[in-house]
């Protein structure tokens, strides 16, 4: 499933890349204020918990699917589970990374364009879960539901008390979901490939993986994909990069014209 493309433009119409260092420092900035920012909505555990218990009604009376069917399917086997577990904790940070460089390198103008919008989400989501703390349905017992990377591994999270690395009251929205819908739109947009469209395969399996560990609601999924839907709506999406051969043959075609000798009493 590879983002194979055509060799970037090197026309005068190409766009800029952005300087590497103000990049990695704004990147970096970002990452540091979210980091800080769930810090601070640490702590709301009561109110966490009664906001779990309101989303978890509102999704019964919504007639949402029950999470505890997606978990089914993946408990059918040992195996299956922990690789769900590994992808939940190894594959979300690295793939929007790997995702942000590619894009760098290959296609600035859709680079600027998808860290627009991921900044824009991980912006919106931060408020969300200052205003809105949510325990994670693995938390919440009325869900009948197992914190499967607990019991399986891996765990990326410890004791909620004692975890000072993260927020686990941040369930609202699910970045996971958010940033790999991202990633899919991006590749698919950027490159020319019959075969982008597997890429939309990342945020389906991110979907069922988030559900089927208990990491996250349907309600999650459903208002990042909301975020980001207006996210890209506001942002203005990058042209398709031209290909530089046709403007070559263009030229060529232009220079040969411009040196062929006139014919003396051809109009005649």
Not at 127 to 156: E, K, Q, W
């Amino acid at each position: 499933m590879k983002a194979r493309s055509e060799p970037a433009e090197a026309g005068p119409d190409a766009p800029a890349r952005p300087p590497l260092v103000r990049e990695l420092l704004l990147v970096a900035g970002l990452f540091l204020i979210y980091k800080f920012g769930r810090q601070l909505a640490t702590g709301h555990t009561a109110e966490a918990f009664r906001n779990a218990h309101h989303v978890w009604d509102w999704e019964r009376a919504l007639r949402l699917p029950d999470e505890g069917a997606v978990q089914s399917l993946l408990l059918h086997g040992d195996t299956l589970i922990h690789v769900a577990n590994t992808y939940y904790a190894a594959v979300h940070f690295p793939a929007t990374l790997a995702f942000l460089v590619w894009l760098y390198l290959r296609r600035p103008a859709h680079y600027v364009w998808a860290r627009r919008a991921l900044a824009a989400v991980t912006g919106a989501a931060l408020a969300l879960h200052l205003l809105f703390p949510l325990a994670p349905p693995r938390m919440l017992g009325a869900t009948g539901l197992i914190d499967t990377a607990r019991l399986f591994g891996p765990s990326v999270y410890g004791p909620p008390r004692t975890d000072e690395l993260s927020n686990q009251f941040a369930a609202m929205p699910s970045l996971h979901f958010g940033w790999a819908v991202m990633l899919a739109i991006g590749l698919i947009v950027a490159t020319r490939s019959r075969w982008r469209w597997l890429w939309s395969l990342h945020p389906l399996v991110t979907l069922l993986v988030i559900v089927g560990t208990a990491n996250h609601y349907w309600l999650d999924v459903i208002v990042a994909a909301a975020l980001l839907g207006l996210a890209l709506t506001v942002l203005r999406l990058p042209h398709r990069p031209r290909c530089a051969l046709p403007h070559r043959r263009a030229q060529s075609r232009r220079r040969s014209s411009a040196e062929r000798p006139e014919l003396v009493g051809a109009g005649r």
